[in-house]
């Protein structure tokens, strides 16, 4: 395995005409690594992962569909969260620098690049997703709000988690990933219980902690835009509470 310091230099992949050299400075469990690899022109640094794996078979991260459907690749990429299979090598290093590639922050960390994201998919079915259904509503007319499509995008990758500066710091914050299905299920006429929602993302540590930095829009692959549904039920919760808590 490698010392954390010195580069392992790696053989072009097998097949390819063309390939360019990149450096991997990976945040590996306790100490850094780093990895000379060489990847096709047009690599995304998750092409790049892998080289490095087929040297170092110990290095843990989480890849699946290679497209930017699964979410199960995201990490901090030069200090930002974003998906490896969507980052093109090229962008992340720009210049000659080398690749620094982190886990996400916030979650608990199993090894290297790998965390336990299951508090986000746990937290987003306790609020009512998914809704299985893709109709007008009964009376014929469309939803209000975003569009449905909007929320359903979300492929749970956990980068909006890592982003927040709120989640940083209080730990027990619903965090944007599961207030942003709360504002989805809430505006939602069609058959969840939008109230139900509402209440329990309306505590201590739910809507009224996020300070509205962003961040999390900012990061979000699938343009979830959590931010927007977060204040939307804000809003929403405030309009209850004028209202004496009726629905």
């Excluded at 336990?116 to 746990?122: G, H, K, L, N, R």
């Excluded at 997703?129 to 359903?152: F, K, N, T």
Aim: aromatic share 4%; glycine share 12%; net charge neutral.
């Amino acid at each position: 395995m490698p010392d954390a310091g010195h580069a392992l230099a790696l053989a072009a992949p097998r097949g390819l005409a063309v390939s360019r050299p990149v450096q991997l400075h990976i945040r590996r469990t306790g100490r850094w690594a780093d990895y000379r690899v060489e990847v096709r022109e047009g690599a995304s640094v998750l092409e790049a992962l892998e080289e490095a794996w087929r040297l170092d078979h110990s290095l843990l991260f989480r890849h699946s569909c290679h497209h930017g459907s699964c979410g199960t690749c995201g990490m901090r990429i030069n200090g930002r969260e974003a998906l490896a299979c969507l980052t093109p090598v090229a962008q992340a290093a720009r210049g000659g620098r080398p690749v620094r590639l982190e886990p996400l922050r916030n979650f608990p960390l199993l090894g290297d690049l790998l965390v336990e994201t299951q508090q986000v998919a746990a937290g987003i079915e306790a609020v009512g997703l998914p809704i299985v259904r893709d109709a007008d509503r009964p009376d014929g007319h469309p939803a209000e709000g975003s569009p449905p499509e909007q929320y359903e995008n979300c492929i749970e990758c956990g980068l909006c988690v890592s982003a927040c500066p709120v989640v940083g710091s209080d730990r027990q914050f619903t965090g944007p990933a599961v207030l942003a299905a709360g504002g989805r299920v809430a505006e939602e006429r069609r058959g969840p219980d939008g109230l139900a929602a509402m209440t329990q993302v309306s505590g201590e540590h739910g809507v009224w902690r996020c300070h509205g930095a962003f961040e999390c829009s900012e990061v979000c692959p699938a343009e979830v835009d959590p931010a927007a549904l977060i204040l939307g039920l804000r809003g929403g919760v405030f309009r209850r509470w004028m209202a004496g808590g009726r629905k």
